[in-house]
T-cell receptor
């Protein structure tokens, strides 16, 4: 079944650690996105990619980085985690040809807590 | 740039009662409009979307939404709410290139 997968679902990590949040999709979508979600706030776009070797920063300033070496894989890395990075991170993908036509497919999210 | 406002942070309705969640958008051209639902600990699931055609759009789980250009609104409705509808609901607007989300409305369903 075509889907989008995020691992881990929950992560508690100490300050200063390097972490990578994984996102993979089996739908062959070209466009992929990372959003940060905090309670009562709108989703904030932190990174996006329109294809292999294409990555851009979103609206929300983030200390994370992303890579897109394969179409199906879009990992997000924090080089040095801080308590301010505590949040839920959502990965999404969309077909090419217009986001409006297809909308986004979301993963289940990674809940990150930095202590 | 497009933006979305969901005026209600939290709504409580009784099971079996009707529901309307409000959404107002700002966009210069005809927008693509979406409603998503998020259950606790889950990602967002698409309920319905609108771009053109009939202004009343039917979605999954018995939801519908009506596009009103004059009011820049895209309100979500359901005639009879079920306990399983308790979740967070997000309205979103797209210019066909990216998508902006509202802050969400949390729905509580009373027995």
């Amino acid at each position: 079944e075509a889907d989008i997968y995020q691992t881990p679902r929950y992560l508690v990590i100490g300050t200063g650690k390097k972490i990578t949040l994984e996102c993979s999709q089996t739908m062959g979508h070209d466009k992929m996105y990372w959003y940060q979600q905090d309670p009562g706030m709108e989703l904030h776009l932190i990174h996006y990619s329109y294809g292999v070797n294409s990555t851009e920063k979103g609206d929300l300033s983030s200390e994370s980085t992303v890579s897109r070496i394969r179409t199906e894989h879009f990992p997000l890395t924090l080089e040095s985690a801080r308590p301010s990075h505590t949040s839920q991170y959502l990965c999404a993908s969309s077909k090419s040809g217009g986001v409006g036509s297809y909308g986004y497919t979301f993963g289940s999210g990674t809940r990150l807590t930095v202590v | 740039a497009q933006s979305v406002t969901q005026p209600d942070i939290h709504i409580t309705v009784s099971e079996g009662a009707s529901l309307e969640l409000r959404c107002n958008y700002s966009y210069g051209a005809t927008p693509y409009l979406f409603w998503y639902v998020q259950s606790p600990g889950q990602g967002l699931q698409l309920l319905l979307k609108y771009f053109s055609g009939d202004t009343l759009v039917q979605g999954i789980k018995g939801f519908e939404a009506e596009f009103k250009r004059s009011q820049s609104s895209f309100n979500l409705r359901k005639p009879s709410v079920h306990w399983s509808d308790a979740a967070e609901y997000f309205c979103a607007v797209s210019n066909n290139n990216d998508m902006r989300f509202g802050a969400g409305t949390r729905l509580t369903v009373k027995p």
